[in-house]
């Protein structure tokens, strides 16, 4: 089984977006996460994951870490407005660390440097 942290300012984000009147987006990370316990399996993993949806940033001897826009449910949101989450993968550990949606204008490459210093935090 896959054992599923957060980063502690991944925490107040995605409070955040509840506030947005995201009601479902703890409920949508849930299933993003059975997902990723098949998809990412030490043992056995088996592609679930579009390809195309599923982004590498940057990767150690120990970790992966991977980009997604996550599909919020019952948002009515299309999926170019979908927020993108941060995580990492390291054996049958998945660590959740930031999320950013096209609203609030994010550059992708700053946030990917925020995901990086944040795994520090974890690992």
């Not at 409070?15 to 479902?24: I, S, T």
Request: hydrophobic share 40%; charged share 25%; with cysteine.
């Amino acid at each position: 089984m896959m054992e599923f942290r957060y980063h502690p300012a991944f925490e107040k984000e995605i409070a955040v977006f509840e506030k947005r009147r995201l009601f479902h987006i703890r409920e949508s990370l849930a299933g993003f996460q059975k997902l990723c316990e098949i998809h990412f399996h030490p043992t056995s993993p088996e592609g679930r994951i579009n390809p195309g949806k599923l982004h590498r940033v940057t990767q150690n001897e120990t970790w992966t870490m991977w980009k997604i826009e996550l599909a919020i449910i019952k948002s009515g949101l299309r999926p170019s407005q979908y927020p993108r989450i941060w995580f990492v993968v390291s054996g049958a550990t998945i660590a959740f660390l930031c999320i950013a949606n096209h609203i609030d204008n994010y550059n992708d490459a700053e946030m990917d440097r925020l995901a990086l210093t944040r795994v520090s935090d974890l690992f």
